[in-house]
């Protein structure tokens, strides 16, 4: 585990082509990797009674449906997200992995492939969440929220830069941001989705 923490961080290109090229026994198994960081986050978060990244997402979210006076079925999907972190970070993995296979689609890696070095990003990024949590909890400063924001986003660009370095540096960026973009469109479609699901099982 703490191998697979060091080399994601210092060397996240070659690792990931190591690991998808089948040099995998130096590695952490990818989806044990993600369940057992996303879980220490969830819990450290329950333990210091701070919300993970979903529950300032769904925290906001209400608070700008209620300045709207509106109420919809997305507050009972939200809700279920973040009751349900590590089950929703598996549900959102093959989201994103989409995104990124799409913006990423001729550097070859298939969809599966993507899904494996997501799950390594996430998993990563959840290691950031974790020490955050416990900074905003500790020295109780906003700005550790913020920065969240900062290491997801950053460190996605770290990883994407040395993995996808046959492409040129604006491309890479460009891309990475393209995989956000398409991340929260489909997101969005998906939670409409579900909306409408609800409400079709509410009138029978």
Not at 91 to 116: D, K, T
Request: aromatic share 24%; with cysteine; hydrophobic share 50%.
């Amino acid at each position: 585990m703490f191998f697979t923490i060091w080399e994601m961080i210092v060397r996240p290109g070659i690792s990931l082509k190591n690991y998808l090229q089948g040099k995998r026994k130096p590695y952490f198994k990818p989806f044990a990797f993600l369940l057992t960081l996303s879980t220490v986050y969830f819990l450290i978060a329950e333990l210091t009674d701070q919300s993970t990244w979903l529950g300032d997402f769904y925290t906001g979210w209400m608070s700008g449906a209620s300045d709207f006076n509106q109420e919809n079925n997305a507050e009972k999907v939200l809700a279920w997200f973040v009751n349900n972190y590590r089950f929703s970070t598996l549900f959102l993995l093959p989201v994103y992995s989409f995104a990124s296979f799409l913006s990423f689609r001729n550097f070859g890696y298939n969809y599966l492939e993507h899904i494996v070095i997501n799950c390594y990003i996430t998993g990563q990024q959840s290691l950031f969440y974790t020490f955050c949590i416990l900074g905003e909890a500790f020295f109780r400063n906003e700005i550790f929220e913020r920065l969240t924001i900062i290491f997801s986003i950053g460190y996605t660009i770290w990883v994407f830069w040395f993995l996808f370095n046959q492409a040129k540096p604006a491309g890479r960026i460009f891309r990475t941001f393209l995989t956000y973009i398409l991340y929260f469109l489909f997101g969005g479609l998906l939670l409409f989705a579900a909306m409408a699901i609800i409400t079709l099982s509410q009138k029978f």
